[in-house]
T-cell receptor, first 110, second 116 residues
C-alpha cells in the first residue's frame, strides 16, 4: 500500500470549512484513497473514499488531484463534534488490510 | 445500519489472568473481521485478520498463542488475551467488513483493557 503523509495537527473555527490535506505521491493506479476519523477513545468511523473522481457524501467531500498524488478532505461546516484524528489511507479495493499512519489531529474551536 | 458492538467496553484484570473480548456485527454478516490494538497517543496497529470458519492470520510480531482469535460465525469474533500482563494494557478495537467491492470497514467502540 502507498504511504500517505498528513500534517500532525490543524485548527479550524466552528462553522468554517475544514480542509485536510494528504500526500500519497507513490499511489498506484488501483489504489483508492480512504478517509476515516477517530474521536477520542472511540473506534474509527468511515468518512469517504475515492479513486480518481471527486466524491461527496453527507459527511464530507473528497478532492483528488488529477495526478492522484494528493487529496483533500473537506468538512464543509465544521462543528465541535468534528474534533478528531483524521486518517488518510491508500489501499487497493481488494485488500482489506488498512495501514494506519499518524493522521491529522483536527481541533475545532468555538 | 452496519453496527459493530464490542463487549466489554472496559475491563480491569490481574496479571496472569485471561480476558475475552467479543466483537459482534449486529445487522450484517461479516465475512472478515479485524482486531487492532492502540496504545495511548499512537495509531491503530493491526493484530490479526479472521474469516469465519478459518484460522486467523496474525501480523508479524503478534503471538498467536497469546492472542487467541475465534471467528465462529458470520456475526461473532472473540479475542482472548491469555495470561495478561501489564504491557498488554491497551485499547483493543475490532472491525468488520461485509465483503462488498470496497474497503469500508465498520468499527466497534473499542475495549479498554487494564492489567494490574
Amino acid at each position: 500500500d502507498a504511504k500517505t503523509t498528513q500534517p500532525p495537527s490543524m485548527d479550524c473555527a466552528e462553522g468554517r470549512a475544514a480542509n485536510l490535506p494528504c500526500n500519497h505521491s507513490t499511489i498506484s493506479g488501483n489504489e483508492y484513497v480512504y478517509w476515516y476519523r477517530q474521536i477520542h477513545s472511540q473506534g474509527p468511523q468511515y468518512i469517504i473514499h475515492g479513486l480518481k473522481n471527486n466524491e461527496t457524501n453527507e459527511m464530507a467531500s473528497l478532492i483528488i488531484t488529477e495526478d492522484r498524488k494528493s487529496s483533500t478532505l473537506i468538512l464543509p461546516h465544521a462543528t465541535l463534534r468534528d474534533t478528531a484524528v483524521y486518517y488518510c489511507i491508500a489501499c487497493m479495493d481488494s485488500n482489506y488490510q488498512l495501514i494506519w499512519g499518524a493522521g491529522t489531529k483536527l481541533i475545532i474551536k468555538p | 445500519g452496519a453496527v459493530v458492538s464490542q463487549h466489554p467496553s472496559r475491563v480491569i484484570c490481574k496479571s496472569g489472568t485471561s480476558v475475552k473480548i467479543e466483537c459482534r456485527s449486529l445487522d450484517f454478516q461479516a465475512t472478515t473481521m479485524f482486531w487492532y490494538r492502540q496504545f495511548p497517543k499512537q495509531s491503530l496497529m493491526l493484530m490479526a485478520t479472521s474469516n469465519e470458519g478459518s484460522k486467523a492470520t496474525y501480523e508479524q510480531g503478534v503471538e498467536k498463542d497469546k492472542f487467541l482469535i475465534n471467528h465462529a460465525s458470520l456475526t461473532l469474533s472473540t479475542l482472548t488475551v491469555t495470561s495478561a500482563h501489564p504491557e498488554d494494557s491497551s485499547f483493543y478495537i475490532c472491525s468488520a467488513t461485509e465483503g462488498r467491492s470496497y474497503n469500508e470497514q465498520f468499527f466497534g467502540p473499542g475495549t479498554r483493557l487494564t492489567v494490574l
